[in-house]
């Protein structure tokens, strides 16, 4: 279970998104959230939409094959665990980094 509910996740989320409450600093202090914790929360608004905090992901099995592709992809794009995780809708960003 997840420490934050899906409506709060969203609603810091999308003041972050509005631009209107100040950068991420300042709202990640409002929220008493981590401020990386509300970057991941960007990150994957921005890349799947609300959609996304509504149990998108899941946990899998992965072959050999498809985690050499991703550890490929991540170093031939220079992008950090969490982003590739969610461009590979991998269930946590730990399981990239292992």
Do not use: H, Q
């Not at 279970?1 to 990640?28: D, H, P, Q, W």
């Not at 959609?51 to 992008?79: H, P």
Request: glycine share 6%; aromatic share 16%.
């Amino acid at each position: 279970m997840s420490k934050y509910n899906i409506e709060f996740k969203l609603k810091v989320t999308e003041e972050y998104l509005t631009g209107t409450a100040g950068g991420i600093r300042t709202v990640a202090k409002k929220y008493n959230v981590p401020k990386r914790t509300l970057e991941n929360w960007i990150i994957k608004y921005r890349t799947y939409g609300r959609e996304s905090f509504y149990g998108g992901y899941k946990s899998n099995k992965y072959t050999r094959d498809f985690k050499s592709y991703v550890i490929e992809y991540m170093e031939r794009n220079n992008t950090s665990f969490s982003k590739t995780a969610m461009i590979f809708k991998v269930s946590d960003a730990r399981l990239v980094s292992n």
